[in-house]
Structure formats: structure tokens, C-alpha cells
């Protein structure tokens, strides 16, 4: 089976998890709308997923908005190099999160394996200090969705499928959250106040 059909098979399979996505953007909304934030992470180009999942909510996914606190802790390259340094790589993420999460903020781990021990020891420190915990990985069972609130794991039987997928998985979240602030937007009579 050729690439495609693969990236097509496990589409299919994900389009199951529509309701997942939905409440992550539902959540989402709740949390960033209302002054929380998103910390996220991963390694290689989970680490990029993760980053672009930031860059769609601190800037914009399709229409204008008021941005949304998020962070890809590994984008803080002084601190991940230093933390590294002095705590080991286990300990590049954790610390991040006892440093910027707050109870009640969102925190998001990418792992195509599930198994990546720094992303998984920040899931339990996110878990830890109070964060709602959520996972995107490849196929389960695997450590990380197990230790998270809420895990959405890719069927998939390479490392770059599951990372193709969850950048869609992202894009939906994002679109999610979106229509989500949009109709609150409207309830709240702010669809009419002129962004800054």
C-alpha cells in the first residue's frame, strides 16, 4: 500500500473521533477564552505539530479573533537547553509546565511512539498542578493516552501518517474552537465590537 492510501485509510478511521474533536475545541473555547492557556509539546515533528497547533491560536486559524494564550515549550530554546543541561532530558517539558500551568489550563502532548519519556513525565506534571491533560499519538495502547484525561491515538502503521493526521486533528480543533468563541461571541452581542 502506497503512501496516500495509507494517510486515506487512517483519515477514515479518525473520522470516527469527531466527537473528541469537538470537545477539545468546546474546552478549549471555555479555557482560552476566559484567560487560560495551552502548553503543548513533543519531539521532532511532533514537536512542529505541537508549534503549529500555538501558532493557529495565538495568531489565527481562518477568521479573525482576539489571540489565545499558548505555548510549544520547546520553542524556549535557552530554557529547554538549560533545563536539560542542569535536570536532564526527561525534565525539559515538566519543569516548563510546573512553571507556566496553572489548574484548569489545557496541556497537550504529542508523541507518535505514546512512549516519549519527557512528554510523559510533563503529562504528569500537568496532571499533577491541576491542567486538563490530553494526548495525540499513534496507535494505543501506549503510555501517554493512558496517563492523560483524554487521549485521541492515530491508527496508523508509520511515524509520518500519524504525524500527517494529527496536523488534520489540529486544524479540526482549531476549527472547532472557532465556531465555539463564535457563537459565544454572538451571545455575549461581541460579533460587532471591531478587533483592535
Known amino acids: 500500500m502506497g503512501h496516500l492510501e495509507r494517510l486515506s485509510h487512517a483519515l477514515q478511521r479518525t473520522r470516527g473521533r469527531t466527537a473528541t474533536i469537538d470537545r477539545w475545541g468546546h474546552t478549549l473555547a471555555q ?16 514537536a512542529a505539530e505541537a508549534q503549529h497547533l500555538t501558532g493557529e491560536l495565538v495568531g489565527k486559524f481562518r477568521d479573525d ?21 542542569d535536570y536532564g532530558a526527561a525534565e525539559i517539558y515538566a519543569r516548563q509546565v510546573r512553571a507556566h500551568g496553572r489548574a484548569g489550563d489545557v496541556f497537550v502532548g504529542l508523541s507518535t ?20 491533560t490530553w494526548a495525540l499519538t499513534g496507535p494505543a495502547p501506549n503510555s501517554l493516552e493512558s496517563i492523560c484525561d483524554d487521549a485521541l491515538p492515530v491508527d496508523a502503521p508509520d511515524t509520518a501518517t500519524v504525524q500527517e493526521v494529527h496536523l488534520a486533528v489540529v486544524h479540526a480543533v482549531c476549527a472547532a474552537l472557532d465556531a465555539e468563541l463564535g457563537r459565544r461571541d454572538v451571545e455575549l452581542g461581541w460579533d460587532e465590537v471591531e478587533l483592535g
Do not use: F, W
Open 31 to 46: 479555557v482560552l477564552g476566559s484567560g487560560g492557556r495551552l502548553l503543548a509539546c513533543g519531539n521532532g515533528g511532533s
Open 65 to 85: 479573533r482576539t489571540p489565545l494564550s499558548a505555548i510549544a515549550l520547546h520553542a524556549d530554546t535557552s530554557a529547554a537547553t538549560a533545563i536539560g543541561n
Open 113 to 132: 511512539s505514546g512512549s516519549s519519556e519527557n512528554v510523559c513525565a510533563a503529562a504528569k506534571a500537568a496532571r499533577s498542578a491541576g491542567l486538563v
